[in-house]
Every structure is written in C-alpha cells, then in structure tokens.
C-alpha cells in the first residue's frame, strides 16, 4: 500500500478460509454474503476499520466472494449483501486509511471498488445471480454505493438506519465508488433532490428514502430480515442457473515470482525497470480444447480459457497497484492460433451453457480493466505470435499495435497473421458497451460488417493494416528501431497527460453508466483528490477526526 | 486575469472597432475572419503573443465576432476563418500566459474558449452559418482546435502547414478546447491514429491528414484561396438565411456597477462577499411584445429576451472569471408571468424568422452558461416573481430550488407561482440535447408529457411541488430560517467538491460532444493542470521555452 513513506506489497489472491471480513453462508438459491469487518484487520497498520468501514482488503475479499459464488455456484441465484454488525450496515471506506494514503494509492483503491461494484452489478444483469441489499443501519458513503450496486435496497425503517452520501459535507472529496452517476443514471433520482441528499451529512430515512428512490422499500426492523428473504428468493426463482450443476473450485493461483519476472501457467510478465515497460506475453493453448461442456467442467480451473482470464486478471491488478511506475505495458502472444480459434469455437457454440457464460463475463470483464488502466498499452505482433479472435481482443484493446511486415531474416517462423474469430464481435464490449471493433470504427460501421467475411482468414499485414486492425507494419529492417523509439518516447512524456490523453482517446462513442464513473466521475475525483481543500494540512480529508475544522480556500474552480 | 499577484479585470464587451487581433471582411453571402494577434496585446503584460497564439482577449474578440456574424449580417451564409499571417495558422494557446496563470485562470480560460468554439459549432449547425477553415501554415494545439469547430477544413499541402495536437509531447497537458473528444467524437478518428498524431510534436501534414479525417481536404498553396472560397460559397448558397434583410446593430451594453451591485437594464445583481452569495434577479419586461418580426427588428436591443439574452450572458462571465470567490449565485425574477409569457408566445410563433432564431439559440447558449458554470446556484421563488417560460429555464437550470408556499405576512403580493409554456418543452437544450424537463424526469418520461396539460396555468407551491418542479416549499414563517441555513450550509463546503458534485449530479442521462468536452475532458485537464509533472518547478508548462528539460515523477496514477 503506497502509503507515505512505506510500502507493502498488495496481493490479490485469497479464499474464504482466509477471509478476516466477510462471512459466506448458502441457503438453497440464496447466499448470504456478510460484511464484519475486523478492526485489527487492515492491510496496513495506522488505522482502525471502526464500523464495518474497508479498506482494499475488505474489497480483495469481497472481490473474491463475488469471483466464488459466480464460478463455484451454479445454484445460487440470488446474494443478500448483510452486515453482521448489530447497528451499522457500513461507514464506507476508512477515513484515516484515505488520509494516509497517496493520490496514486487513493485513485487505484477507488478503480478497484468501482470494477468490484460493477461485477455485482453484472451478475445480476447477465450471470442470473440477482443482489440484494439488506440496510439494518447507517449505510454511508462507500457503504451506500455497495447498496447502490445491488438490484435491490430493503431498508429497516427506524430511527438509526438511513442512507448518506456524507463525502461532500464532512470530507471535501465525492463518493468515490460510482455514488454520485448511480443516483443519477441507475436509480434516476431527480437531480435537485440528489444536491440536496450529497450536502446531508445525515442522510435519508425511511418514506422519504423510498419517494426520492434511493432505496427500494423500507420495513420495520422486526421484518427486514423476512422481506430481504422473501425478495432475494422471488428473485432467485426467475434465475436461469442450473440448481443442480457442479461449480469449478478456484483452487490457488499458481504465480512464480523470480526478479522481475513474473511468471503463470500461460501468462508471463518480464519488467524492464530502466525503460518503465512490462513485457506481457499469454500463450496458446497446448492442445484442442475438450468437446463440450462437461469436458470444460472437467477440466475446472486448468481450462485454458479460465486459466488466461485468471492469470491476466491478477497480472493487472497487480501491476497496476505494485507497479506504478511500470508506464507502459507491451502486449504479445505466441502459440497457435488455430488452437486460441478452436477454443473460441468451444466458447461461442455452449454460450449459452452457464459456466461457459461465467467464462466468457470473466474475460469480458479482465479486457474491461485493461480499456480503464491508467498505462499505455502497445501491442506488438511478431512472426510465432496467434492474435486471433478471444487474444486479437489484447491487440484491438491496446492504444496502437505495431504489426511486423513478412518474416525476419535467419528466422525460420512465418510471417504474423490476425484472426478474427465469432469471439470479436459482441462477446467482450468494453465499458461503453460496444465490441472493440465497433469502437474502432465508429466512422466506418460497415467495415465492422465487412469483416464478417474474412473470419477465420489468416491476415498478414497488409491485410491487417488494408483492413484497419492494426496501426503500424513495419517490416524487419525497420521493426526493432521504430519499436524501440515509439518506447522510449512513451517513456519520456508526462504520466498525467498520458493518462488523461488516455482515458479521452480510448472511449468514442456511446457513454454509459461505466464509462461515466470511469472516465468522468473519476477525474473529478482525482482532481478534488490532490486538491488543498481535501488534502492540504488544513484539508477536509486531512484533518477529519482530529477536533478541527477544515480550512477552504473560497476561490471556485 | 488572475495571475499570481496580480488582478486586471476583464471585460468581455467590445466591439470590432476596438478589435486589436481579428480582421471582418464581408463579400455578399461569405464572410472573412482573419487572426492577425497583435504580439503586443496580450491582456496582462508578461508575454507576447507571438505567431498567432492567443490569451483570453483573443478569444473576447473571436467570440464579440461571432456573435456579430450571427445577430448583425443575417445575409451571411458562410464565415472563412483564416489567418492574416504569412507562415502560420495559430499555434494555439499563449504557453507563457498559460504558465503563468493561477489554476482557476486557466480553467476559467479553457471554459469560455469551449463555449466559443460551439457557438461556431452551433451557427454552422442551427444558424445556416456555416464556418470553413482554411489552414495555411502550421496549426497546432488551440490553432487546429479552431479548425475541428469549423465544419469543413481546407489546408494548403506543402512542407510548412500540418495540423497537431502538441500538448501532450511538448507541454504535459491535454489540449484545453475540447481536441481529443472532437478528434474521437466529432471526426470519429481511428483510436490508434489518434493516439499516435497526439504524441507527434510534428503533426501530419498532406495525404495523409485527409486520409486519418483530421482535415477534409489538402490542396496545393496557390489553389489554397480559391478552393476555401469555393466551399464556403457552395455551403452559403444552401442557408436559409434572408439575403436582403437587415441585422440588428450590437450597440454597447450598459453596465453601473456600484461597489457590490452590478445594474443592467433588466438583470441586476447584488454581491454578498461576506456570504459569498451573488443574487441575481432578472426582471420581466414593462411592456407587451410587438406583434410581428418586424417590430422585433424595430426593437433591436431593445427587444426584452435579445436584451436579457446579453446582459445575463455578461454578467454570467463577468462573475466567473472576476468574482471567483463567490460560491453561490440565488437566481430571482421579478415583475409580470403574463408579459413574460407573451413574448414567449412570438418567440415560438415565429420560430422560423431569422432573427427569432437568432434571439432563441442566443437564450439557449447564455441558459447553457449557466448549466456548466461552476458556482452553486439556488433559485429562489417568492411573491412577485414570474418563473414563467424562459425565465422559468433559470429555476431548472438550478442545483435546487426554494418556493414561498402563501403570502408573506404583511405583504399584498399575491403567493409566488410558476408557469409553463411552449419555451419550456425543447427549445433551450441543455448541453447533453435535453430540455431541462426531460432531464429532470428521468426516472418519469411520462410526466413531461403530463405537464404539457398544464401549460399557461399558475401553479402554486403546492401544485409546482406535486408536478416536482421545485425542491422545497417552506411558508412564511419557515422561509427566511430554511433558506438563509441552505446558503450559509452551502457556503461552508469545499468549492472542489461542490464543483465536481454539481457536474456529475447535473447531467444525467445521454452525452454528447458537449457533455464530454465540459464534464469529462475538462475534468481530466483539471486534474493535469495541477499536477506537479505539469506545473511544478520542473513541470513542462513551467519551464517550457526555457531550454531546461521538464522532470517528471514516473509513478501513474
């Protein structure tokens, strides 16, 4: 945790026997997920997690439960999200922990619960695996926009229990979780009433919770337990999840470490130090994939599919939080592409089988979190390399890709060739909802049409470059000079401005809710972050729980 | 212009006589508008403005030039924007002024020069105005950001012209006008090409300029001339704008100020430093409307909605850039819902007559101001007020809204109501293309449809309150405690938060060009523009020109 002056390094991989703060319990259809955070338990010492409040490691946890009951539970269509505290539901993310912490450390902190509240929101909309949120007391800030990722908000109506977004009034800062575009664009709530909630360091109780639409329904305390059943259940019943199916046990993710390599079963990792740049290659699959389904469950975690999204999806997460001044990410693959189709073959024709769907969300959402990383990201497409269909995915999701023209000299490999695959158009939309490829040609939509014509077709690269795909073909006497210096002056601009430039660039188009708290709330965010008002010694954030009062320079922005 | 340690005020009211860097020439149905920046002239001394690069006091007399174009020459069908010098286009914004200027400065800056490139956007779109630029040198940063504005780009193809969006590379910032999303959005440039032509300090010149779509066409120097007139003739002879009428003269705008009071004919405003409240208060018009467009044309300025559009439009960019430290602006109105509503009904009457047009779109720029204004605005409906129509566009333009329920004790006037009338229904957009209505309903589409049962009624607190067009309704004897709370309780939060509050809360729903450039784009520049890699002693910005190389701390955030 990027903490002034210390840092610990932050790892994403845990398992219920290991959770310090949620409790897990399955009852038929209904899990129940609960929130009892220990006060001892945070990821660094120098604070308290009073009042259910979290820090990334409840949200590693809670990511983790989310990952389980998805993956090894067909069965469960529906998750009550409780706290098993007595008189609080959950005061949000730990106020001394932000006020500690490093812009960086705050910004990725918030990027990782944002895409954690974005997973229950997709798993209720598209896994069959609906959430319900169950508030039996002060549900503030972060707390709140856990529940506003749920699809359901029962809310005990009683004096002690209300919903706040208290951020702007008591720490100068915004919801950091997606609060502010949820209320707005999930739950519509009337923009005049939605000011007046964001200035109540109070919140909102009862009746009047229910008119503004800031929960769903309101009950008496003797009831909550009953109705949140009741409604978790209705829901459950509408799934389209098997009851009877096995899950997949995610058994522990294998990850060596040796210097700066990092190396999976088919991702591996080589951080060059000196230039900023992290070297990422994923391997083909070694041999054809099973011939349906149960073969799939079969093969369980080792599937080749799961494995990749698995691997990458830690790779990222941890170079992102560990790596910060790794800059730029160069993207490769090596292996068969015949095979990479084969599995993609495997993928399209069961879609509709559910853990071939868990599989095909779970890439989606680890080729989302690429699209949101604050890096560059350069795909390079070599002879010996298979960016087809589910792994033309990494290229199409790079900032460009250098593409090299024909074969290298004194090297026996063919010359690189892309494939599209079924798998490029529609399974994996980025965050503003649209494919890759339709994000690439927002000028020329029929080329996206065009490109269904040439779908299992070898491109090399005068195809690939005719065809759009890729951004530059140098052939191999100019391949490693024109690489290397597009790298060392990527290394040499501004992080900000990269990220900015970034974060503009990458979404055309269409905006959504995700789109919205990534790339707009978020700036806010970071803007308000580093700001004196928030920050400074005399800041909100600052001098929050001290006895003083923030001090605020007036001037508006 | 808030440098540090100094403060000049500025003044946006000029007149083409006083133009010190633009040059108008008319020539029937196309106009001329040549930059020719003065080196000398700059706003505040410090720097020169070298090579056609602009401060603030360009940009006054770009926007003072559309806005004649617009309301004076209805014949003109078509503006050439170009540049009166030999070798150069623009080169964008003045970087030593840009150093030099405090945070809010800059941002104010990029604001207003947003706003001025969509009214250019506007006029080629709803004005039958079309704007053709014709690039004849190098066009970079803010210089090729006027050219995305325009609707069709022309440039010379020879070894000194390119266009370029330098930012990134050269100064560790985003280009400030809106670039980046008019690249994606507007011009629909593929991500990759994007990425790259943003990261060349060079640009792209020629072929293949036209063929990535960051210009529309490249023509050899000596057909430069012809060829833009030539466009800018065939898309004047397709306006719908009256040859042969006669424009309205934009004679100068009255203004007294009077230590803290600010006075125009109908729009008055009050300044409460130590609150730091404004409250401004738009009266009604003291007579009936003439009966036709020519006595609109008769009226001239004088015409009550062509006079509130100005003075408020002033008095909106006065107090954003010479008042920051006066967080809260109270919205009132005064004087008479049956006059006001009469205009409304010309102005919806006649529509299609230029200058109606012209006055309407004017109202729909100065009501846009205010919805990405940065300043917490409050309206307050008390007897005596007319909310009626286009003054009722102030109240929902408003992060909330407070409404006397009855009479006052002791007072005559009669209890506040509201009125809706046609105006209310599309004709003033919002940034993200919906009426403040349908904004506001969200969540009920519906009810929008009912209100139009509703139109030309007085409604009541009550009735203003069951159809939500208001957010509180205290009585006498609650009112003057509830709302001097809300504006004492407001003036006590951070102006960071609330800035970044009220532009996630304001717009709901779709985006658009606009939306993207004022609350995402301009979020990302926000936070750029205070990084230290940017304006650190060692950031870009900082020692740009100097010969010293900017250091930038590698860590992403």
């Known amino acids: 945790m990027a903490e002034s002056g210390e840092r610990v390094t932050v790892d994403f991989r845990t398992e219920p026997s290991r959770y310090k703060h949620w409790r897990l319990a399955f009852d038929g259809r209904v899990a129940t997920l609960s929130m009892d955070v220990r006060e001892d338990g945070g990821l660094a010492p120098g604070y308290e997690l009073k009042l259910n409040s979290y ?76 959430w319900v949120c169950m508030v039996n007391g002060p549900c503030a800030g972060g707390g709140y926009e856990l529940a506003l990722a749920c699809r359901h908000i029962v809310m005990a109506d009683d004096g002690n229990t209300s919903v706040a977004l208290p951020e702007v009034p008591l720490l100068a800062v915004l919801p950091g979780t997606g609060g502010l ?21 109070e919140g909102v109780k009862g009746k009047r919770a229910v008119e ?129 189709e084969a599995y993609d073959r495997l993928l399209e024709q069961h879609a509709g089988h559910w853990l071939v769907r868990e599989i095909r969300l779970y890439l989606k959402r680890t080729l989302k979190r690429l699209d949101v990383t604050s890096r560059s990201l350069f795909a390079l497409i070599e002879p010996g390399s298979c960016f087809a269909g589910t792994l033309l995915e990494l290229a199409l999701a790079c900032d460009r890709s250098y593409m090299l023209d024909g074969t290298r000299e004194g090297d026996d490999a063919p010359a690189a060739t892309l494939r599209l695959t079924p798998m490029n158009f529609g399974a994996y939309p980025m965050p503003n909802g649209l494919s890759r490829l339709d994000s690439r040609f927002l000028a020329e939509p029929g080329r996206v049409d065009d490109l269904k014509g040439r779908l299992g077709q070898d491109l090399d690269a005068a195809a690939a ?24 002056e990527r290394a040499a601009f501004s992080p900000d401005a990269l990220t900015g430039m970034e974060a503009s660039l990458r979404f055309g188009g269409p905006e959504t809710l995700e789109t919205k708290i990534f790339a707009r709330l978020s700036a806010w965010q970071n803007w308000i972050f580093q700001r004196p ?25």
Chains 1, 2 share one sequence.
């Open 181 to 201: 575009t949820r209320l707005t664009d999930k739950r519509k709530v009337r923009r005049d009433r939605a000011d007046y909630f964001c200035t109540l360091e």
């Open 55 to 130: 820090d990334l490691g409840v949200d590693i946890e809670l990511y983790d439960a989310i990952q389980r009951l998805r993956l090894e539970h067909p069965e469960v269509g529906a998750v009550i999200l409780a706290s098993a505290k007595e008189r609080v539901f959950c005061a949000g993310a730990n106020i001394r922990m932000l006020g500690r912490a490093s812009h960086g450390f705050k910004v990725n902190f918030c990027k990782f619960t944002n895409e954690t509240r974005n997973a229950m929101e997709e798993a209720s909309a598209e896994s069959g695996q609906s």
């Open 212 to 340: 503004w639409n800031l929960v769903d329904e309101v009950v008496p305390r003797t009831k909550l337990d009953e109705t949140t059943k009741r409604r978790a259940s209705e829901l459950a019943a509408k799934t389209d999840r098997p009851a009877g199916a096995r899950g997949v046990a995610l058994t522990p993710l294998e990850r060596r470490v040796e210097g700066d390599r990092i190396a999976y079963r088919w991702v591996t990792c080589a951080i060059d130090r000196g230039r900023g740049v992290a070297e990422i290659t994923v391997a083909a699959p070694g041999a054809p994939p099973p011939a349906d389904p149960a073969g799939v469950q079969a093969q369980g975690v080792a599937f080749w599919p799961l494995a990749v999204a698995r691997e990458l999806d830690d790779l990222i997460l941890h170079l992102r939080v560990n790596e910060e001044a790794i800059g730029l990410w160069v993207l490769k693959t090596t292996g068969s592409a015949d095979l990479v």
């Open 465 to 488: 470059s005719e065809a759009g795909l890729v951004t530059f073909t140098p052939d191999d006497i100019d391949w490693d000079d024109e690489v290397r210096i597009a790298i060392e």
């Open 533 to 557: 008002n928030a920050v400074g010694d005399k800041g909100a954030l600052h001098v929050y729980g001290t006895g003083q009062r923030a001090e605020f320079d007036r001037r508006r922005v």
